[in-house]
Structure formats: C-alpha cells, structure tokens
C-alpha cells in the first residue's frame, strides 16, 4: 500500500474559473490521434511489466533476484533492465552493490522516479481533484476544485486549463500521462463520456485534456479506475491473476466493478450500474433503490428532516459526522442505517457474483468506520454464501485521487516501454508548428 507523500486538500480557487481561456473550436487531428490511449487497468504480461513492476514493488533490486520473483530467465531480465535503464525508467544504485560484488548484473537498480509524474483528474458530481503522481505510485501533490456546472465545452474548457496551469508549478518533472476517472458512460477508446449528472451528453473529455496538455490520456468510468488502484497499487505482493475481486463503491453515487484474470473487467458497452437496486428505509427515505437511499444527498436530506443539521446550502454530510461523534443519537442512528442498507445490498451483490475478494470503498464506507459492525453485521445477515471477509480500500479517503493516479500510471504499469515512446510521440506532435496553429 502505497502512502502519499504531500497532499493539498484546500480549494485551489485559482485554478478554477479559466477566465480569458477561449475554448477551442476544434481538437487538432494531429495531436490526438496520438494522444487518446484505452485505459490500461490490469497486471501487464509482457517481460518489460514484470521487470518494472518487480523494480516497483522490491527495489532497489538485483537482476538475479528479479529472476527469481518473475519466473523469467537471468538473460531476458538483462535485456529488459537494459532497455528500462535507457529509456530512463529504471536506475542504477551501484552505491547498493553488494561487497566484492564484480560486473554491472551485481548492481541493484530501482524505479527512477523523481523525474517524472503523471497527472491524475478526478471529476465527480461536485467536486474535480486533480492529482500529481510520480511513477511508484504515490501522490505528489492534489488539489480539490468545485466541478465546473453547465455544458460541457466551457466546462472542459476550464477544467483544462485548471490542469494546465497546476502543471506549470512542476518545474523539475516531466509529465508523461494523464489520466482521467469520471462517473457515467465512458468510451475508453474516443476518450468521449455521456454523464447525465453533469447533463454532458458525448462530452470530448479525453480530446480537450489531450489539444490542451499535449500528453496521452486515458478516460475510465471511476469505479474501475478504484478498482484498477487497488489491483495495482493497494497490492502488497505480487497478484494472483487467477483471483476475482469485487470493488463495491459508495459515496455521492454508487457502482461496482469486477476483476478477472488480473483485469478490471471494462465491457464496451460501459460498466453496469447498481443504483437501481432495490433498497428500502424509513429513516432515509429516497425512491426505494439504492443510490437515492444511499448517497450523501439523501443522507443530508435525512439529516436536515430529522433536524439533525440546520436547513440550508451550507450544510454538508461532515456536518452530520460531526453531529454523531459529538453524541448525537439521531446522527448517529442514522448513519447506521446508511450501514445497514450498504451492507445488505454489498451481501446481495456477492451472492450474485461470489468472488475471491470483496473490497469497499468510498466516503459512505471510510468516513464514519464506527458504523462498519453495522454494515457487515447486515452482510452476514443477507448473504446467503459462506462467511467472507470484507476488506476496506486501502486508500481509505483517498480513493479518488487513487483512482485518477492509476488511470493515469496504467498503461506505463502494463508496457513501460511502449508507454514511453507514445508519451514522446505525443510530446513531438505538440511540438510542431502545425500542433501549435
């Protein structure tokens, strides 16, 4: 589990509002015909990810013991480490080497991080993070921004320049990658989303992050981008691809998503939806399915009908939290009942799906753990299967700004070195008078 090593939590107001940033009115073909890249969520097979992930995961590392941990011959790691040295992913650490140690093999190399970072974006209903990440995984830096409102041009427009203008403060690192999560209906491959909480219909996410950054960018519907950051960076040893994993996610909107075969499970079509699901409560109202009996609205509405907190735009689910570790009863019975409802509904997924490993994550599960007996005492109650454990992302409150991380870091995790070439591909094609125009 990887740990952040900065973090800005306060609303950056000026990266907001791109005042005099004209949206453009077309996205040069040029630029993203290179720059548009499927997002890439699952444990790479191919040798140069196994090196890389090994360096990642164990380094500094030897090539003999990156052998041993891959399966891979000590020739095939030679060439590979080789490779990742040149195109200036890996380093050497001959400071690290072994007494008596003769020849270059005999010196450990790691991930050579500290001259790069990816850029992350999480846009959600209320409020877009945008997260600097370097190549281990670990958050940089994030700053939170209210979610631009209104239609989705001068909304991108300014969430674009927002991005630009938060990688102008990165001086010493070269961005290679970014990497957007967003609720809705995501076409990985245009970078294209339909999101009918924000009312963007088709909305070029992908292509406008992509003529204004002039990197690659990758656009994943968020659940999986969650369930991609705790395959690839919650894991503290090497995964299994034969396991399956169900990531249940719970916040402003609910979702789920799969892992097989060492893969988010991403269909075509987009991922499938949970918010329908029957759900039922008197004391949180909502319409009889799930994400409107759930969701920090409804609780919020809940609280204020229960007087719990004052009526008003200024009152916030933190307000509620804060009402029920103050003593509040009826905060704190309401946020049980939040429990309740998520554990039964969790139960029924897995007794749909039975996976090998079922994770939660989101606010409605990490902010008040006091209700946690609460939810998987309702598991355990509903399932009908075996027992099973339920584990709490390992991110905890961060687990959009972990999700947005690995979106952008994915393709880099599942071929270093293809990933590359494309980030210096795109970094030429901005460089051209005809990109420029």
């Known amino acids: 589990m990887t740990a952040a090593i900065s973090r800005k939590a306060s609303p950056a107001k000026s990266l907001v509002g791109a005042r005099g940033t004209k949206p453009r009115s077309s996205v040069h073909p040029l630029r993203t015909r290179h720059a548009i890249v499927a997002p890439a969520l699952r444990i790479g097979d191919g040798a140069s990810a196994a090196v890389f992930n090994a360096a990642r995961m164990r380094g500094p590392i030897a090539r003999d013991v990156i052998a041993q941990v891959t399966s891979l011959s000590i020739a095939t790691v030679n060439r590979q480490v080789t490779a990742l040295l040149e195109a200036g992913l890996l380093r050497e650490r001959a400071d690290l080497a072994a007494s008596g140690a003769i020849g270059r093999p005999r010196v450990p190399v790691e991930v050579n991080h ?47 320049g927002s991005a630009r203008r938060y990688l102008a403060r990165w001086h010493r690192r070269r961005p290679l990658w970014v990497g957007v999560a967003i609720g809705g209906a995501v076409d990985g491959k ?23 950054l002039g990197m690659p960018v990758s656009v994943a519907a968020h659940v999986d981008a969650m369930a991609g950051a705790e395959l690839l960076l919650g894991m503290r040893r090497f995964a299994t691809p034969a396991t399956t994993s169900l990531y249940v996610y719970a916040r402003e909107t609910v979702g789920y998503a799969l892992v097989i075969g060492g893969g988010v499970h991403s269909p075509v079509s987009g991922p499938g939806t949970i918010a329908n699901l029957p759900a039922q409560s008197e004391l949180l109202g909502g319409t009889g399915q799930l994400e409107s009996t759930v969701s920090d609205e409804a609780v919020l509405n809940a609280a204020r009908r229960l007087g719990i907190v004052a009526d008003g735009p200024s009152a916030s689910v ?104 494309r980030a210096a591909s795109s970094a030429r094609v901005l460089a051209t008078p005809e990109a420029s125009a």
């Open 114 to 160: 500290e001259p790069y970072l990816t850029l992350g974006v999480h846009i959600g209903v209320k409020t877009t993070s945008i997260v600097a990440t370097d190549l281990l995984g670990r958050t940089l830096d994030v700053v939170e921004t209210p979610t631009p409102r209104g239609a989705a041009g001068p909304a991108l427009a300014s969430l674009a």
């Open 190 to 212: 245009t970078g294209h989303v339909d999101h009918s909480r924000l009312g963007w219909t088709q909305a070029p996410v992908g292509p406008v992050l992509a003529d204004a």
């Open 318 to 421: 933190a307000h509620v939290l804060r009402a029920a570790r103050e003593g509040s009863e009826a905060a704190q019975e309401l946020l049980a009942e939040r429990a309740r409802v998520l554990g039964q509904a969790v139960a029924l997924l897995r007794d749909l799906l039975n996976p090998d490993d079922l994770v939660v994550g989101g606010q409605a599960f990490t902010e008040y753990p006091e209700a946690m007996a609460e939810m998987e005492a309702a598991f355990a109650a509903r399932s009908v299967m075996p027992a099973r454990d339920i584990r709490v992302s390992a991110f905890g409150n961060r687990v959009q700004e972990a999700g947005a991380g690995i979106v952008s870091l994915g393709s880099l995790y599942t071929d270093p070195l293809s990933a590359m070439r």
